[in-house]
Nanobody
Framework: QVQLVESGGGLVQSGGSLRLSCAAS????????MGWFRQAPGKEREFVAV????????VYANSVKGRFTGSRDAAKNTVYLQMNSLKPEDTAVYYC???????????????WGQGTQVTVSS
C-alpha cells in the first residue's frame, strides 16, 4: 500500500521558516516525480513545486520562487520543502503527491498525502 505522510507544518510568524517533510513508502519512487501543492480555505488547490526523484531537478510556482526550496533524500525515501520568508498568503494545507510524469497539474498525480497545515501570522 502506497503511503505519503507529510509532517513539519505549524504556526509561524511572517518572515519565519518551516521545513515540510514527506515520507514515502509502499513502492519504489525512483521513477516518479514528487509534487507539493497547497490549498487555502475557499480556494482551489494550487501547484507549489515539483521535484524529480532521481535527479533532484525542481520547478517552482512563481509565488514561491526564491523563498521555497525542494529537495529529496533517496535513501530515506523522503522529500522536503524548505520554506523561508513566509508570508500570510502562504497559509494553507500543504500536500505532497507522486506522479509518473513531470507535471504541475494536480490531476496528473496518483498518490497524495493527508496534508499538513501551515499558518503564517502577520
Amino acid at each position: 500500500q502506497v503511503q505519503l505522510v507529510e509532517s513539519g507544518g505549524g504556526l509561524v510568524q511572517s518572515g519565519g521558516s518551516l521545513r515540510l517533510s514527506c515520507a514515502a513508502s509502499g513502492r519504489t519512487f525512483s521513477s516518479y516525480v514528487m509534487g507539493w501543492f497547497r490549498q487555502a480555505p475557499g480556494k482551489e488547490r494550487e501547484f507549489v513545486a515539483v521535484i524529480n526523484w532521481s535527479g533532484g531537478s525542481t520547478v517552482y510556482a512563481n509565488s514561491v520562487k526564491g523563498r521555497f526550496t525542494g529537495s529529496r533524500d533517496a535513501a530515506k525515501n523522503t522529500v522536503y520543502l524548505q520554506m523561508n520568508s513566509l508570508k500570510p498568503e502562504d497559509t494553507a494545507v500543504y500536500y505532497c503527491a507522486a506522479a509518473r510524469g513531470w507535471s504541475m497539474l494536480s490531476s496528473e498525480y496518483d498518490y497524495w498525502g493527508q496534508g499538513t497545515q501551515v499558518t503564517v501570522s502577520s
